[in-house]
């Protein structure tokens, strides 16, 4: 029991850590655009 709850517990941590780096490259993504007007020609 104790060796699925390790497991569990990485898959948790696996899953915010990607929707953490999902939301920095959302917000990095969103800085360079707005930090290149001639982007949106």
């Known amino acids: ?4 709850n390790k497991v ?4 948790e941590s ?5 929707l953490w780096l999902e939301g920095v490259a959302t917000i ?3 800085s360079t655009l707005s930090a290149k007007p ?3 020609s």
């Open 14 to 18: 696996a899953k915010s850590l990607l």
């Open 8 to 11: 569990t517990m990485i898959m």
């Open 38 to 40: 001639n982007a949106r």
């Open 1 to 4: 029991m104790a060796t699925d």
């Open 28 to 30: 990095i993504t969103i």
